[in-house]
């Protein structure tokens, strides 16, 4: 059976979705999966285990010069590659025009479908139109987790919500390959400061008192950064925390992930990195500013926690938390 998954973006988003690949590959053996995604996240996408391909699509920045002869272009040859197979099944799981209309284009075989959401879910991103671009809509909860309603919308559409591989917490597989080390000897503890909302930001000042805890406890710090802004900061965090703080280079997000699968453990806010961690499987602190943890926090595993909720939680919080998620990732190392 031939799948097409269509998620294209945000960041966070798409790594929930990573989450439906081994349930189809579960409960259909042989499925083969493709995925069309936004071009920044492909190199990320590609590393999931169990794809076939993974079709990357430019529309972000096709929007900038839409009519330009170098973008038609570009829309063709994507168009010619979303079309060389066709599919016994589109999944649409953004649910808005946008991605809509990358399912709708795809060619389908002659009993194939395309489907998306018949409705919204709480704080979930929904346009109401797609329900009728494409061929089959799925009704959703009013309220579930994002990560549970992409599992549940694969399961529905293709016929497998009885088993009991839903009741499972969420499994990411990786092809990752080589893990990029530390400088350091010490575990190396990833702050992922960075976010796009600034309702979601979480205060310098913590950040340094939670990486201070770190380093006396014998850890090392590992700062990651997008952009000039958050270059900035972590080089002032690093320049007070001393040689324990390693500010990480720009790179792309395979690489970054190859970085971060090889830490400690990651502590940050509500962000496309947070979620990266969860999918890594490391310990993890999740910082939430605001009532989203039943959306987005991470779910099922005791040594992946969260602190804070409808307000934002302060050091000591976020430092027992960690506290409680490296013993119990330790119990399950000793216990496994």
């Not at 209309?101 to 797609?130: H, K, Q």
């Not at 999918?279 to 595993?301: E, K, M």
């Amino acid at each position: 059976m031939r799948i097409l998954i269509v998620k294209l973006s945000s960041l966070g988003d798409v790594i929930q979705t990573m989450a439906v690949v081994p349930d189809l590959l579960e409960a259909i053996p042989n499925a083969q999966i493709d995925w069309v995604v936004e071009e920044a996240f492909a190199p990320l996408a590609a590393l999931v285990s169990g794809l076939r391909a993974v079709i990357p699509v430019g529309q972000r920045r096709w929007r900038q010069s839409f009519f330009s002869a170098a973008t038609r272009a570009e829309r063709r040859a994507f168009h010619a590659r979303l079309r060389l197979h066709a599919y016994d099944a589109v999944i649409d799981f953004q649910g808005l025009v946008k991605s809509a209309w990358v399912a709708r284009a795809a060619r389908l075989e002659p009993r194939g479908f395309s489907v998306t959401y018949a409705n919204g879910s709480d704080a979930c991103s929904y346009e109401w139109p797609v329900r009728y671009l494409l061929q089959r809509s799925v009704p959703m909860p009013q309220r579930i987790h994002a990560v549970e309603r992409y599992r549940l919308l694969a399961a529905k559409a293709l016929a497998y919500s009885h088993l009991s591989l839903l009741q499972m917490p969420a499994r990411y597989a990786w092809d990752i390959g080589a893990q990029v080390q530390p400088a350091t000897a010490a575990p190396e503890v990833v702050l992922a400061h960075g976010t796009t909302r600034s309702d979601n930001e979480w205060p310098e000042v913590h950040w340094l008192a939670v990486a201070q805890k770190l380093i006396a406890a014998g850890f090392s710090v590992g700062l990651p950064h997008a952009g000039e802004r958050e270059l900035a900061r972590v080089k002032a965090l690093a320049g007070q925390l001393g040689p324990m703080a390693c500010v990480w280079p720009a790179q792309s997000l395979d690489a970054l992930a190859r970085r971060m699968a090889a830490s400690a453990g990651v502590i940050g806010v509500d962000s496309g990195l947070s979620h990266l961690a969860v999918a890594l499987d490391l310990p993890h602190v999740q910082i939430f500013s605001q009532d989203r943890a039943w959306r987005a926090g991470p779910l099922g595993r005791d040594y992946q926690r969260v602190a804070g909720g409808a307000q934002a939680p302060d050091v000591a919080q976020v430092w027992d938390a960690w506290q409680a998620a490296l013993a119990a990732s330790h119990r399950g190392l000793l216990h496994p």
